[in-house]
């Protein structure tokens, strides 16, 4: 990816979206050409020259510090999120083919202590996944929730947003607030190409999804990036029904590129009855793929 049109498209698209009431600026009568701030309202929010910032936003962060990256920041009302983005791609800016080194390898196994205590969780789904979203491994509840990934005979890692946006049975199995659903995928890939904007496989991925997804397409080009460390997951399961999880992901201290997700259910809910039914359905080895259900089985 270009890293100049990454930043300039990301500046832009920040700018556009906040109005001069929001900055607390005064909105003079008359109709405005730009959506949300002009280019001089921020430079003046954020301290800096107007020549600076049309600098920056032209996307040459060459040399440019983490002071004025954060005043920047504030003037653009940026999230968490946004501000790390932010960093991420100054930082891939700074770095010269020379000096950079070569991306590491997304991990595509767990290690076996990690899988050990996934299989210690016996009540709640649980998978670890990597940054590019491929699914590499889980208990044996968290293989049942997510068995339509696999029912191709598939087997770890599968990745999840080629399943959610190429695989017609993805547009189901992800249930109610579909659209949401899928704009927090992108979202996660494009915070991940921002850490990592020279994994090959990851902009592999992205170039298919982009290609093959128009969905995707709309979606990615609204530069969207997040934090997804705990929400809620709706699915519309084949074996049980319409179900609501509660999620809470944890990056794993020791494999700081993989990141673990435990489920689970509001007490008493129709969700409960739900994820109980999946535990009973997930004791045979329909609901495990077929390299995992041998040895896991009862």
């Not at 979203?133 to 087997?155: H, T």
């Not at 709706?234 to 029904?241: D, E, L, Q, S």
């Not at 409960?272 to 041998?294: I, M, N, Q």
């Amino acid at each position: 990816m270009d890293s100049r049109s990454e930043i300039k498209e990301f500046l832009a698209s920040r700018r556009a979206r906040i109005t001069p009431q929001q900055a607390g600026l005064p909105a003079y009568g008359g109709n405005r050409r730009v959506p949300g701030l002009r280019r001089e309202e921020v430079a003046m929010l954020a301290g800096m020259s107007v020549d600076y910032y049309v600098r920056l936003e032209r996307g040459n962060l060459t040399g440019v510090s983490e002071a004025v990256l954060d005043s920047l920041a504030r003037a653009l009302q940026l999230d968490e999120a946004e501000r790390d983005h932010l960093h991420d791609l100054s930082r891939a800016a700074n770095t010269t083919p020379h000096k950079r080194r070569r991306a590491p390898q997304q991990q595509t196994r767990v290690p076996a202590g990690v899988q050990r205590i996934l299989d210690s969780m016996t009540d709640a789904p649980a998978f670890v996944r990597n940054g590019r979203l491929d699914f590499l491994a889980a208990n044996r509840l968290g293989y049942a929730l997510y068995a339509p990934l696999f029912s191709d005979g598939q087997k770890p890692p599968v990745n999840m947003a080629r399943f959610r946006f190429l695989d017609p049975r993805g547009r189901e199995f992800f249930g109610r607030n579909r659209e949401e659903s899928m704009n927090n995928t992108v979202a996660l890939l494009r915070t991940e190409a921002g850490r990592n904007p020279h994994d090959k496989p990851l902009t592999d991925l992205i170039g298919e999804l982009v290609t093959c997804s128009e969905d995707f397409r709309a979606a990615w080009a609204r530069h969207n990036v997040r934090l997804h460390y705990s929400g809620l997951k709706h699915f519309r399961h084949p074996a049980v029904g319409d179900l609501t999880l509660a999620f809470e992901a944890m990056q794993l201290p020791a494999q700081p590129a993989l990141s673990l997700t435990v489920m689970t259910a509001e007490p008493g809910t129709a969700d409960e009855d739900a994820l109980k039914l999946l535990a009973s359905w997930a004791a045979t080895d329909e609901a495990l793929p077929k390299e995992v259900s041998g040895p896991r089985a009862p």
